[in-house]
């Protein structure tokens, strides 16, 4: 297949799977999504073990006795104690506490004719039992080979889903299945949250169950739990294909429809989350659709209903590497097997796992940013949705750049220049929110202080990358020079607009900017010579004073005359820069004035008479070096009431030079 088609696949299996034993007559296949290990059960006289997990500590092998075919089999957390399930009516466990012990211990479910429809580890030492009469905590206690019951709940159950990431639970209630009750576990207990009702596109007479355990998912999207509904609607006229409902929860209470996502088809489809999105994988057509939950769609005061992010895709095609037959067979590359995408096999777990159970594979669903790019062509919608990635920098960073090149194509796109920095110094300001909230955290010894009249900040930034200045500064603004075949044909006023409008989008989201970039903007305005335009910029404090700015006008004074005077009034208006405004008035020979601003500073006993005196020498003027030292005598008869000059004041060789000036000339008449 051609490069350019593979690259239009936004997603893909992970390189390396966990292989494990195929499903077979005598192999089960079990997987624990809590700790993500799959189980490979051999029976027949013994039952044999190999549990395959993410890492070395959740990997093993073992035997035990065989007592019947296994139903269920999960670890607790802490890899200490297995429980299994064997009958409807009891599970049992198993202690790993350093070797496999050989005693197993029993817990039967409460009733006589309650049934376990699975159970569930929601801690280290701590397991929920789920029925179809409710739900039963015990704390496992493996010292004493026993559980204790905790606490337990009646209600008539269909099925349940879990999540690890929240510790909530879902229980399926009514004959249709479609009442929750939504059930957050804690330490050594558990709490309801409010029952909420799933809507349904046709409720069937007679009734019967028809919102099914395979419809319905547990996902955390963007740090807040959700229920994830498939809804298949029914086949006719004006039938629109099937949605996903998701239902937000919030504070762990109470449970809001918020998003509705449009697949526009219909059949069998499997959902994953991805790096907070959801994926929808369409069994008959092949393809994958993305949705961003954080995008903006299209809402009813109520509902938000988003489109895929981008075309439907196939997932990138894989092969998997087969072990070489026997030991003498010889071949230059290892031997590959082309994976059935989509297969029927296929079986979906969360958040992004694919276990092909007859092929002996566990795959992760990986996201590629880089298709993207090109898939969505929208600039700021595309930013929006890599600034709400991992990892995504590098390609945002290339994004910009391509952008922000200083073309003729790009020179079309000012407006959108203008909103794309915008969304990035929202989410930059939302990041710099947050660390000024944990600096405000620290202990007052600290030395800072918080105002209580300063309005409330977000706990968490708006997106998973910000783009600062120093990014922009080092990738894209600090390489403006190297297109200097461009200068003529508009490019240089295009950089220059870039950078001020940067500057604007950053004042305009109270975001302090950097001297850097100040320094890069009043380069660029006088390597282009948009002089009215510096001095706009600096007349209207549109760049902040500050020393080493008036150092840099200082020295681009041969370039731009008035940088002179702009960088005098900036010293100015720096109460701390007195010493630099005098340095410059002598090093342009402007003595007198010089003199004039240390009167004005009220500074004029503490001014060195020698600096004074060697600048009006320079000059080369015998009158300004008469005022100067006459100004100086004065100042002395003043504080010592004597006029001559202290040995400390180091002034000697300005005494000679004043009395060769004009004592000899008073002596020669």
């Not at 369409?282 to 938000?304: C, R, W, Y």
């Not at 915008?422 to 000024?436: A, C, I, P, T």
Request: with cysteine.
């Amino acid at each position: 297949m051609a490069d350019s088609q593979i690259e239009h696949y936004y997603l893909e299996l992970s390189a390396n799977p966990i292989r494990f034993e195929a499903v077979s007559k005598v192999v089960n296949v079990f997987f624990d999504d809590s700790n993500k290990q799959v189980f490979a059960v051999r029976s027949g006289g013994v039952t044999g073990v190999i549990v395959q997990g993410p890492t070395e500590q959740t990997t093993r092998s073992f035997r035990m006795e065989d007592k019947g075919p296994v139903i269920s089999i999960k670890f607790s957390p802490d890899q200490q104690v297995l429980a299994l399930q064997r009958t409807k009516t009891s599970v049992e466990f198993v202690n790993f506490l350093g070797e496999m012990e050989s005693f197993e211990y029993s817990q039967s479910c409460k009733g006589k004719n309650t049934v376990i429809l699975g159970f569930v580890w929601t801690h280290s030492n701590e397991i929920v039992f789920v029925t179809d009469h409710g739900i039963e905590l015990y704390q496992v206690q493996p010292e004493k080979h026993s559980l204790k019951a905790l606490k337990s709940y009646s209600m008539s159950v269909n099925w349940f889903v879990f999540c690890p990431q929240s510790n909530l639970m879902l229980l399926s209630t009514s004959t249709l299945g479609n009442q929750m009750q939504p059930m957050f576990f804690r330490q050594g207990t558990y709490s309801k949250l409010n029952k909420l009702e799933i809507d349904l596109p046709v409720v069937p007479k007679p009734a019967k169950l028809c919102l099914l355990e395979r419809d319905v998912t547990l996902a955390v999207l963007y740090g807040q739990p959700c229920i994830v509904v498939l809804r298949h609607q029914p086949r006719g006229v004006g039938n629109t294909g099937a949605e996903v409902v998701v239902y937000t929860i919030l504070k762990m209470s109470t449970v809001k429809k918020s998003h509705i996502l449009r697949l526009d088809m219909s059949g069998r489809f499997a959902i994953n989350v991805v790096d907070n999105l959801i994926i929808v994988h369409h069994q008959a057509s092949k393809t994958s659709m993305l949705f961003d939950i954080n995008l903006p769609g299209e809402s009813d005061g109520f509902v938000t209903y988003h489109q895929p992010v981008a075309p439907a895709q196939p997932i990138k095609p894989f092969s998997l590497r087969l072990p070489i037959a026997t030991a003498s067979q010889v071949l230059s590359e290892p031997a590959q097997l082309k994976c059935e995408l989509y297969s029927p096999n296929w079986v979906v777990f969360q958040p992004n796992i694919v276990i092909d159970a007859k092929l002996g594979c566990l795959w992760y669903v990986e996201l590629r940013l880089q298709p993207m790019v090109e898939l969505i062509q929208d600039r700021c919608l595309l930013v929006d949705f890599l600034m709400q990635r991992r990892d995504s920098k590098a390609v945002i960073i290339k994004v910009l750049q391509n952008i922000l090149e200083p073309t003729e194509k790009n020179r079309g796109y000012l407006v959108v220049i203008s909103e794309l920095f915008d969304h990035l110094n929202d989410v930059y300001r939302s990041f710099l929110e947050v660390e000024m909230q944990s600096q405000m955290g620290m202990p007052a010894s600290s030395g800072l202080s918080v105002s209580p009249a300063k309005p409330t900040v977000p706990v968490a930034p708006k997106a998973s990358v910000v783009i600062d200045q120093a990014d922009l500064y080092t990738h894209v603004f600090s390489h403006f020079a190297d297109y200097k075949d461009e200068e003529n044909n508009g490019g240089g006023k295009f950089i220059v607009w870039i950078l001020l409008e940067y500057i604007r989008s950053l004042t305009d989201y109270h975001i302090p900017v950097q001297h850097y970039l100040h320094e890069l903007v009043i380069n660029s305005l006088v390597h282009y010579k948009a002089y009215y335009q510096l001095h706009q910029l600096l007349q209207y404090h549109v760049v902040s004073d500050s020393k080493p700015l008036a150092c840099l006008l200082l020295s681009l004074e041969n370039l731009y005359p008035a940088a002179h005077q702009l960088a005098l009034d900036m010293l100015r208006r720096l109460s701390t820069a007195n010493e630099e405004i005098i340095e410059v008035l002598l090093s342009k020979q402007q003595i007198l004035p010089a003199l004039r601003f240390v009167r004005s500073t009220g500074s004029v006993d503490q001014v060195s008479a020698r600096k004074f005196l060697e600048a009006a020498k320079a000059t080369e003027d015998p009158t300004i070096f008469y005022s100067v030292y006459r100004f100086f005598e004065q100042r002395n008869q003043r504080l010592k009431g004597d006029p001559a000059f202290s040995k400390g004041e180091h002034c000697e060789a300005y005494i000679q030079h004043f009395q060769e000036l004009f004592c000899d000339a008073n002596s020669n008449t």
